[in-house]
């Protein structure tokens, strides 16, 4: 029993002494931390409520890049995010300063919810609940940034409604998808979902707790959206709402040129009145179509010559549309997907369709995910790429792409559709390509590399191929393209990308708290 007792004291005394280490620890990284200017919501730090790293803090869905931090945070509040940027924003002014990242469901690509030696703040453990309210007519959903997406929905959907703008993956958080963009098929439709934010709950750099919305604190609320978490850690939002439809009517139609391909999606994206999401991507070999169809539910009787592996290879492209049908016993969208593929060029007969429940389509990236899982292809090294391109670019683009591209050793799907630059709201701080007809495109390189076959020095290789295509593409004289979910390596790198945005992220507090 003595024994036991003096186990239990031994132990206590240890967890003190521990605790007592971190502290004194974070009081000199606190004194005499260096910062740099990374994809952050703020470069502070300071001793409150700290708790021991884990592996998965110095980890992101990219798996290129792993930072260890100092410590990590888990709020339960915002209340107890506030006080953390309100001890260090307290220090003196001109002391540097360590990083602290914002971590929902790490799905970002290069490190950005990463914080080297700094502190990383786990917004999943802050308050996830979803309330949904009917006003006058309005109806929205107020969410904690944590939430996930799915989260949202499956909560929504019990009162009939829904958010209006989505991602292809649900299983991303409120305030992470809101500090870049947020994009899927619905985006032609209703612009991304940081055009679709009613009101935000916002921790600042100097530890306030600030209520915005496009009347109230309007200069935080169009800076925190897109502004990839230099101007605060979100940690609520408004969502607008609109009557979820109980099905879709989900469409896929093949072409063998990339000219017809775009000239069809532009079409699909002129009838708002009509079609509800528009998407599309590239059917590179037999691999590239037989992935790309595992979510779809139908069965698809495509079978083209891609060409031989040592000749000429021939590369395909399948539009996906979706319409939605508010009829719960019959179709009403059997209808117009007749009327609008009327007016299509694709391979006939290669047109299929099927009715899905709304959930299902909107949730469709999971069964990709579990297929990915099942063969040991999600945990693994994801050198991704992301741009714009403005709609005169992209037959150029297509091509630089391709020159990368090796058919028959590439996992993964390419998506290529397109979106209109007015339904981005300009105030936001994402960018966006000057397109002078007000079409962009964007390609989305979604790769996944089996270390089995491609260990590190592949994956590097093929990241700096993809820095080149993108020097290349957003260059001056190039096709004038935006990179979207990237990190640049310099500040200079970051001026040239915001272009005359750039003021914004360089302006004195309050606004911004990266200084």
Known sequence: MRTSLLAKSAARSAMKLKALHMYAAVVALLLCSAVNFIQSPTDVFGPVALLEPTPSASRDFGAVVSDAPFAVMRPESAAEVAQLLSALSSTAPRRPRAAVAARGAGHSLHGQAQARGGIVVETRALPRAVEVVVR?????????????????????LKAGLAPRSWTDYLYLTVGGTLS???ISGQAFKHGPQISNVLQLEVVTGRGEVVTCSPT??????FAVLGGLGQFG?????????????PKVRWVRAFYDGFQTFTQDQELLVSMPELVDYVEGFMVLDEQSLLSSSIAFPAPVN????FGSVDGDRKVYYCIEFAVHDFQQQGSAADHVVELVAAGLSYLRPHMYSVEVAYFDFLNRVRMEEESLRSRGLWDVPHPWLNVFVPKHGVDRFK????????PGEFEGPILVYPLLTDRWDGNTSAVVPSSPDGVMYVFSVLRSTDPARCGRACVEAIMEQHRRLADE????????????LAREPSPAHWRDHFGSSWDRFVAPPPLNVVN
């Open 216 to 221: 109230m604190n309007p200069e935080l609320f």
């Open 302 to 305: 495509f079978s083209p010559d």
């Open 136 to 156: 006058h007519g309005v109806a929205y959903a107020d969410v904690g940034g944590g939430a996930l997406w799915v989260e949202v929905l499956e909560e929504c």
């Open 180 to 182: 870049n963009a947020g």
């Open 233 to 245: 850690i979100i940690t609520r939002a408004r969502i607008p709402l609109q009557v979820a439809p």
């Open 399 to 406: 091509d630089l792409l391709m020159d990368i591209i090796t």
């Open 473 to 484: 593409a957003c260059r001056d004289g190039g096709v004038g393209a935006k990179q979207y």
